[in-house]
């Protein structure tokens, strides 16, 4: 009899031991959500010229423009491109809170004029059309389980020095200097 109840307590405890040798941590496989992040700084609004333009005047000349043409920008910058793109350009949008995109063009008759100041060291100007735009620098990010439980944010790149064009026509009439 002793025999059976030493080989039961015997049966039990090893069950027991190997119920607890196999339960994991508690912080062990914390799962963090694999979306990837991105943030938009150092913003800033810019003006880029288009090709719309007046022929080359000296100095003293009133330009009078009147011209039906379209006036086109694209965006420039190494965020600007790829399959990301869209989502940079959206998530920009927001950020801005006016709507931004890889393109701009509008067909229109341009009216304009201006008087060809004198300039030290230049010697004739132009009306040219500039576009609004917006420049922006990217962060892509992805968030990773912490030693001890929860999630941090880890950087994978980031990409300065974007400009893209807002998508409503807003563009400054100047004289642009040679």
Request: net charge positive; glycine share 10%; proline share 4%.
């Amino acid at each position: 009899m002793k025999r059976v109840i030493s080989t039961v307590v015997t049966g039990a405890l090893l069950g027991a031991g190997v119920v607890a040798g196999t339960a994991a941590p508690a912080s062990a496989g914390t799962k963090c959500d694999d979306t990837p992040i991105y943030s938009i700084g150092d913003k800033k609004t810019v003006w880029r010229a288009t090709q719309v333009h007046s022929d080359w005047a000296k100095p003293g000349v009133t330009i009078s423009y009147a011209k039906n043409k379209t006036g086109s920008w694209t965006a420039t910058g190494t965020a600007t491109v790829g399959a990301e793109a869209g989502v940079i350009f959206a998530k920009a949008s927001t950020s801005f809170s006016v709507a931004i995109g890889k393109t701009w063009s509008k067909s229109d008759t341009w009216t304009y004029s201006a008087k060809v100041e004198k300039k030290k060291g230049k010697t004739r100007g132009r009306l040219m059309m500039y576009h609004e735009a917006k420049g922006f620098s990217v962060t892509k990010s992805h968030l990773e389980p912490k030693p001890g439980g929860g999630c941090k944010k880890v950087r994978n790149w980031k990409k300065p020095n974007n400009v893209a064009p807002v998508k409503k026509s807003s563009n400054l009439w100047g004289i642009q200097y040679k």
